[in-house]
């Protein structure tokens, strides 16, 4: 029998994305959807384009909607995620969408967030390397049996699966990274804010947080000290472009001393191979936000700019797959000892 699942979140973007991706696997099962303005309407309502779960009715998010499940997955606003958790038995199995519980370090969340600093629970990007003191592994080797799961930011982990390699293999230097990435309104959830309007967004490519403010740089420079270095710099500059969903990161380090193109390219290869939704693509072919969208997949395309001693990366994401409810969904699995990939896909939807 499949495991219950109760969604709180259910009528937003993440929320909606978690349910179309549950909605196809075969060892959890929907039971609870919450919401916060919409409780009350049905899925069928407030996400139309989910047609096999049209009948759920949203109930209030609280923590008796979301007990008597086995797995809780929230996508719910910053700073709601640790006071619900509290009130669950210990054994259900949460994964929160929301930035709660990424950063260990109560600094970086008091520098860039506001509320209390909660735990750091076991971060959702199973192909991050993770070195510790007992040797180089993969988060991966944290998610499995995990009971407390953060996914990812989307921005977030689109940067940190570019750049990560090379900084565990030694190849660019952690310090001077820069990344300027493009992301579709989609990001910043479905509640009505006046930058996302049509009228703003359509026809226009919008920068935001430039300067160094984005709060996804601490969440970066945290995998990039998870695969190895010590000390890093980040410059970050997003820009919302009018497509209704998808990232495409451009990020670029300066190349290590002595190191060659060849022995860059091995560094990606070596931490990807065998990994299906992290796919790094021939030499001299990069990824379109268009490849990924509906999949659970990263792509990445790699060059190395010998006249400016860099290496660039361009990755593709779909933030609400990858980005967000595929890369739960892959935690998950990972947690409940499920085959990794169970119910996701790593095809999109194009054109
Ligand atoms: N969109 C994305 O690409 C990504 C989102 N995330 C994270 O996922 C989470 C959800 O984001 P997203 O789906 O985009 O946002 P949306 O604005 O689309 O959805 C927010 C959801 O939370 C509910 N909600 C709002 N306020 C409250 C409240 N006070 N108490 C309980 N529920 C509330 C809303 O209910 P109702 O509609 O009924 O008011 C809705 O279901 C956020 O933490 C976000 O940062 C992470 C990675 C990527
Ligand atoms: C377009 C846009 O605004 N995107 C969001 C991405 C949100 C995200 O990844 O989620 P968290 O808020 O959970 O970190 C942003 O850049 O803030």
């Known amino acids: 029998m499949p495991l219950s699942v109760a969604v709180a979140g259910a009528s937003g973007y993440a929320g909606g994305e978690l349910l179309r991706v549950l909605a196809a696997h075969p060892e959890l099962e929907v039971r609870t959807v919450t919401a916060h303005t ?11 384009h989910l047609r096999s779960l049209a009948d759920l009715v949203l109930a209030e998010t609280t923590p008796e909607t979301l007990a008597g499940h086995d797995v809780v997955a929230l996508a719910l606003p910053h700073g709601a995620s640790a006071a619900l958790t509290a009130q669950l038995p210990a054994d259900t199995i949460v994964v929160d969408c929301g930035a709660d519980h990424r950063l260990e370090s109560a600094a970086d969340w008091a520098a860039f967030y506001s509320g209390e600093h909660a735990e750091a629970w076991a971060y959702g990007v199973p192909e991050l390397p993770l070195r ?10 944290r998610l499995a049996g995990a009971t407390r799961i953060a996914a990812p930011g989307c921005n977030a982990s689109t940067v940190a699966l570019s750049l990560a390699p090379g900084i565990a293999a030694g190849v660019i230097e952690p310090t001077d990274l820069v990344s300027v990435l493009a992301v ?12 996302l309007l049509a009228a703003e967004v359509l026809g226009s490519a919008n920068p935001y947080a430039v300067g160094g403010t984005h709060r996804h740089i601490p969440e970066i420079l945290q995998a990039i000290r998870w695969a190895g270095a010590s000390e890093a710099t980040l410059s970050f500059t997003p820009v919302i472009v009018p497509m209704s969903r998808g990232i495409l990161a451009t990020s670029t380090a300066r190349l290590a001393p002595g190191v060659s193109a060849a022995e860059v390219r091995a560094a990606w290869e070596l931490a990807y191979a065998g990994e299906p939704f992290v796919q790094l ?13 509906g999949a659970n997949t990263a792509l990445l395309g790699l060059a190395v700019d010998e006249a400016a001693g860099r290496v660039v990366v361009v990755a593709a994401v779909d933030n609400l797959m990858k980005g967000t409810a595929g890369a739960a969904v892959q935690s998950l699995n990972l947690a409940l000892g499920f085959p990794e990939t169970l119910g996701l896909t790593m095809d999109g939807v194009a054109p």
Do not use: M, N, Y
Request: aromatic share 2%; proline share 11%; net charge positive.
């Open 281 to 293: 693509l021939p030499a001299g072919s990069f990824p379109r936000t268009a490849d990924v969208l």
């Open 132 to 141: 510790t003191a007992d040797g180089a592994g993969k988060q991966r080797d």
């Open 38 to 48: 919409s409780a009350g309407r049905s899925i069928g309502e407030v996400q139309p």
């Open 184 to 195: 579709g309104p989609s990001g910043a959830g479905k509640t009505l804010k006046p930058h």
